[in-house]
């Protein structure tokens, strides 16, 4: 069992930026990838970025793509999120996820273990 924890949300004005953390409890082996997805009210949980353990592969979703940055610090197990240039729309809870194996996915169901989620709220 990982246990996966996100911090780092908070309420910033429009093109304001802010530094997403998720840490995982347990040393992952070199084949887990992490990802972050985010739900804002009413809507659907959605990819927004991933990252291989290797740190050699990433992906984003297109409405984030140059704004947003994944990067991951293997020895502290921890996955971060440089946002950038923050929208209003990019309001939502932001989920890290952690799944045991080595491809990206976009789908919630390709992901095993989640976090609590930390809450990013842009104001116009």
């Known amino acids: 069992q990982v246990q996966v924890q996100e911090s780092g949300g908070g309420l910033v004005q429009a093109g304001g930026s802010l530094r997403l953390h998720c840490v995982a409890s347990?040393?992952?082996?070199?084949?887990?990838?992490m990802a972050w997805f985010r739900q804002a009210p009413g809507k659907e949980r959605e990819f927004v970025s991933g990252i291989s353990w290797s740190g050699r592969n990433t992906d984003y979703a297109e409405s984030v793509r140059g704004r947003f940055t994944i990067s991951r610090d293997a020895d502290k197990n921890t996955v971060y999120l440089q946002m950038v240039g923050l929208k209003p729309e990019d309001t939502a809870l932001y989920y890290c996820a952690v799944t045991q194996f080595g491809t990206i996915g976009r789908q919630i169901d390709n992901y095993d273990w989640w976090g609590q989620g930390t809450q990013v709220t842009v104001s116009s």
């Open positions: 347990t040393r992952t082996t070199s084949t887990h990838t």
